[in-house]
Each structure stands twice: as structure tokens, then as C-alpha cells.
């Protein structure tokens, strides 16, 4: 079947580009002091939306590069280079502007933490509260080339000490990853009899690694970097998503659907283990926190999407055209977001001071600059979405069809 007479879920585009700006909030709200009382109630669980993005991933590459035999569509080779050629100019790019901003807010040095903004610096990877003193590492030069390499080859998710220079783009390293093994794992888990029982158990699988490091460990180096971002670590959550989308196919080919009575108990469970999640971690032990992450709400996350995949509003064209490109800048959101915050909030500060004197005294000018005021976040959102969609429309499809022509086959080009 070709991939233009597939299903189009525009409730799943929507579904991404709302997960794609919670990750923006979740990394940045807690920062605002005037609200830090309560703010993390909304932050705290924020690793959901990166989860339910991995399983949205493979839910939707498998409903578009499986046809009805449960086979590739295509060769294996060039799904790889539509996938990599999707995700490097992302990469590259966020990079490339989170170690611009690094290295000019460590020049200008704006607010007292900005001292410590460089390239070199990065933050060991631990749970155990370990204070900032103690995680606090500056790269050596053999670490800074060892750490371009493993961004410049998308390997960067493997290291299980410390982020580098854009420490949000590991999701992209664990993503490509995933897309090695998909023309592999996909056809394989598209035949299994069961896809509810396999997503069962999956997850308990998923669940070893953490329990294991609750037994065993004090919460610390490498193991937990290891199941913060380890690409087999995280690679159940795509894998189910795969099995996701089996049930949902074979479902709809046995005539069933889902009514908005099951829809709405679906739900009531997914805001009931949000709940929880947010309780347990706030008021109870940290080993939570890697239950958590690690498979806990996997369950929530699955349907979630199951439900939304239901979804089909009956909105027009230019809805559905909104949809489609809030949902393509999703990815860019999950990348961009952090350099975007940095930028936002040192020019509102310089604003927010007395910005005249820029024009005499750059060092009178960055030293008078004032505070950052929550009422402007809205604007920071929706600047970082536009600029998002700006940015995936121009730049990612520009870089993509170049990158493209130079390694796919003129029939394989279009998809």
C-alpha cells in the first residue's frame, strides 16, 4: 500500500507538537523563582514527553513503511537515508547554535552562573544529590574531540557520563538508533499472534535495568546516564510502539474501534498516572524517579496514543495543514528549545536593564541588566515554536532534499 493512501492521523500531529512543548516547559519553567513553589508539580514528570515520543515514533513508522504483508516497503538502505537525512540537520544545527550561544554568554556574561558557560563545561550525570560542585567537569581537549566525533556520528546518547554541548539532542542520537533497527525489528513484531501480550511483556523487560540499579547501586556514575539515554536501554519504548501499532491495524481489520466511553476511561488512567508520578516523585524516595522513567508509565504513554490515534477532528484543510507543520516542528522544538531559552532570556534581561548603555559600554551594559519576568514565557513559547517552524520549513527540508538527491535514487526521493 503506498504511503499516500495511509490512515493520516491528525490527532497524532497534534499529539506531537504538544509533547514537543512540554519538553520545552519542562526545561525551562523551573527556572523563574517567582513561581518555583509550585512549578515543578508541571515539570517534574516532563521525561513523559520524551518517552511518548519514542513510542509515537514507532508507531508511525511502522503504520507508513509497512505494507499489508507486514514487509519494508522499501530497501532498508534508503529508509535509513530519508531517516538520517530528517534527523542530521537538526542535529547539526542545534549544536552548532547551542556552542555559538555557550561561547558568547561565556564571553559577555550576563548573569553570575554565565561564568561557567563554555564548551568544555558539562555536568556529571548522577541521582544521588550530589551537590553542583562535586558534578561540575570541564572537558579536556581528548573529551571535547572525543565528544565532537560522537556528535558528529550521532553517538553522542552512548555516553553515559556527562551531555555535551547541546545536552538535549541525545534524544536524536537514541532516535537514530532506533531507525537502524527498524527494517529489522518492525516486520518481526508486526507478525507476532499478540501485540497486546508482547507490549506486556516489554515493559516488564524495560523494567529490569532500573530495578536492577535500585538493588544494586547508589544512584550514581555511569548507571545513571546509562538509563537516562542509553539507546538499548530506551530502545523498548520505540519497540513498543511498533507493537502499538500492530494492535491498533489488526483491531482495524477485525472492524473494532474504540468508543468515547473507553476513550475517556483511557484517559481518566493516563491523568491518574501522571498523577501519581508527580506525587511519588516529589514525596517519596528517588528510586521512584528511575521506575519511573524506565517503564513505570509506559503503559500511560501507550494509551495515550492509542486513544489520540482515534482522534480524527473534523477541521479543513488549513487545520490539517497547521497540524502537519506544528507536528514537524516538533523534533526541532525537542532540539532547539534550550539554546532558544538561553538567547530569549539574556536579551530580556539587557531590555529589562538599562540597554542605552550597549551603546558606550558593553560591560556597563551586561552588568546593569535586569531580571526575567514570567509574564513574558508565553512570548518565549510561541517565539520558539515559530521560530521551530521556520526552521524545519527552510532549513531541515532544504538540508533533507540535498542530502537526498546526493544518496537516494531519483524513484526513492519522494517519500
Not at 220 to 247: D, K, Y
Not at 308 to 314: C, E, L, T
Request: aromatic fraction near 14%; include cysteine.
Amino acid at each position: 500500500m503506498a504511503a499516500s493512501k495511509k490512515e493520516r492521523f491528525i490527532g497524532l500531529e497534534w499529539l506531537r507538537f504538544w509533547l514537543g512543548l512540554y519538553i520545552v516547559i519542562f526545561h525551562t519553567l523551573h527556572t523563574y523563582k517567582s513561581i518555583s513553589g509550585w512549578s515543578g508539580y508541571i515539570t517534574d514528570i516532563g521525561f513523559f514527553s520524551t518517552s511518548a515520543f519514542f513510542v509515537l515514533s514507532g508507531f508511525l513508522l511502522a503504520h507508513v513503511y509497512l505494507d499489508d504483508r507486514q514487509r519494508m516497503r522499501e530497501p532498508a538502505r534508503s529508509f535509513w537515508i530519508k531517516r538520517f537525512s530528517n534527523l542530521y540537520p537538526i542535529h547539526i544545527g542545534a549544536v552548532l547554535l547551542a556552542m555559538a550561544v555557550s561561547t558568547l554568554i561565556g564571553y559577555l556574561v550576563i548573569t553570575e552562573a554565565d561564568a561557567n558557560a563554555s564548551i568544555r563545561f558539562v555536568l556529571y550525570d548522577t541521582n544521588n544529590g550530589s551537590s553542583l560542585e562535586s558534578i561540575t567537569h570541564y572537558m579536556s581537549n581528548a573529551e571535547l574531540a572525543l565528544s565532537a566525533l560522537l556528535n558528529l556520528t550521532l553517538m553522542h546518547a552512548w555516553n553515559p557520563l556527562y551531555l555535551t554541548f547541546n545536552p538535549v539532542t541525545w534524544s536524536i542520537s537514541a532516535l537514530f538508533f532506533f531507525y537502524l533497527t527498524f527494517p529489522w525489528m518492525a516486520p518481526r513484531l508486526f507478525r507476532i499472534k499478540s501485540p497486546f501480550r508482547a507490549m506486556m511483556l516489554l515493559n516488564a523487560i524495560y523494567l529490569i535495568p532500573p530495578i536492577i540499579v535500585i538493588a544494586y547501586t547508589d544512584f550514581g556514575m555511569p548507571e545513571t546516564g546509562i538509563l537516562h539515554r542509553n539507546p538499548l536501554i530506551r530502545l523498548p519504548e520505540f519497540l513498543a510502539g511498533i507493537l502499538l501499532c500492530s494492535f491498533y491495524t489488526k483491531r482495524r481489520e477485525l472492524g473494532l474501534s474504540m468508543g468515547r466511553a473507553a476513550q475517556s476511561l483511557a484517559l481518566l488512567f493516563v491523568a491518574i498516572c501522571i498523577v501519581v508520578g508527580v506525587w511519588l516523585l516529589r514525596h517519596h524516595d528517588s528510586f521512584w524517579y528511575y521506575l519511573l522513567h524506565n517503564g513505570l508509565l509506559l503503559p500511560a504513554q501507550l494509551a495515550l496514543i492509542f486513544v489520540v490515534a482515534h482522534w480524527s477532528p473534523s477541521s479543513g484543510a488549513g487545520m490539517r495543514r497547521l497540524a502537519h507543520r506544528l507536528g514537524g516542528a516538533s523534533l526541532p522544538m525537542f532540539a532547539l528549545h534550550v539554546p532558544l531559552f538561553v538567547i530569549f532570556t539574556r536579551v530580556e534581561r539587557v531590555l529589562s536593564g538599562e540597554p542605552s548603555l550597549c551603546l558606550t559600554s558593553i560591560r556597563q551594559c551586561m552588568d546593569a541588566a535586569g531580571d526575567t519576568s514570567i509574564w513574558l514565557y508565553p512570548v518565549f513559547l510561541l517565539f520558539t515554536v515559530l521560530f521551530c517552524m521556520m526552521f524545519q520549513e527552510t532549513f531541515v527540508l532544504g538540508v533533507r532534499k540535498w542530502m537526498q538527491g546526493k544518496l537516494l535514487r531519483p524513484e526513492r526521493r519522494s517519500a
